[in-house]
T-cell receptor, first 114, second 116 residues
Framework: DTAVSQTPKYLVTQMGNDKSIKCEQN?????MYWYKQDSKKFLKIMFS???????INETVPNRFSPKSPDKAHLNLHINSLELGDSAVYFC?????????????FGQGTRLTVV | AQTVTQSQPEMSVQEAETVTLSCTYD???????LFWYKQPPSRQMILVIR??????QNATENRFSVNFQKAAKSFSLKISDSQLGDTAMYFC?????????????FGEGTQLTVNP
């Protein structure tokens, strides 16, 4: 069973469109994240949720809106896509409190905006 | 804010040899966690090894071991008996537990190539 799964794996779309990436974890973790990996492979946090509550919102344009319907799911919706949004987006989860803190990552979604 | 620096953008090693990847970090905290993640061409982020700052003993996982120097803020990764499957981008990462939100802060990565 996949621990952290995100869909889709690849997403090609036109500028101006709205798209969503879904993420689910079956590890029972209390914290979920979205990270962005740019073309130079640099990884930076975008959002963090703890028990469905937004904890970190890291200077991300408000076109990006995360939604956590429950502890096991964290989805990312992006409005009015721009060329600069092209990147790989990773979902991750961890058990921070009372756990060993390590983050488990999904397989990534490569978003290409044309 | 914490920063993580990996000064070697690329490294290569012959199969079966040993290689060490460097990582330094900057923090004023005393309790934190350090990680090495591996990202092969498949893009999957895989945890290689984890170190708690309060533990003096260096972490080891089979062929992977770290040299954690807390005073020097250095956290290098040693890969022994390198295998072709070790070819990947390696990221060093720092995390501190905090109620305001814990995050992984990554270094820029080191692309390791293992040659046959």
């Amino acid at each position: 069973d996949t621990a952290v799964s995100q869909t889709p794996k690849y997403l090609v779309t036109q500028m101006g469109n709205d798209k969503s990436i879904k993420c689910e974890q079956n590890l029972g973790h209390d914290t979920m994240y979205w990270y962005k990996q740019d073309s130079k492979k640099f990884l930076k946090i975008m959002f963090s949720y703890n028990n469905k509550e937004l904890i970190i919102n890291e200077t991300v344009p408000n076109r990006f809106s995360p939604k956590s319907p429950d502890k096991a799911h964290l989805n990312l919706h992006i409005n009015s896509l721009e060329l600069g949004d092209s990147a790989v987006y990773f979902c991750a989860s961890s058990q921070l409190w009372g756990g060993n803190t390590e983050a488990f990552f999904g397989q990534g979604t490569r978003l290409t905006v044309v | 804010a914490q920063t993580v620096t990996q000064s070697q953008p690329e490294m290569s090693v012959q199969e079966a040899e040993t290689v060490t990847l460097s990582c330094t970090y900057d923090t004023s905290e005393n309790n934190y966690y350090l990680f090495w993640y591996k990202q092969p061409p498949s893009r999957q982020m895989i945890l290689v090894i984890r170190q708690e700052a309060y533990k003096q003993q260096n972490a080891t996982e089979n062929r992977f071991s770290v040299n954690f120097q807390k005073a020097a803020k250095s956290f290098s990764l040693k890969i022994s008996d390198s295998q072709l499957g070790d070819t990947a981008m390696y990221f060093c990462a720092f995390m501190k537990l905090e109620t305001s939100g814990s995050r992984l802060t990554f270094g820029e990565g080191t692309q390791l190539t293992v040659n046959p």
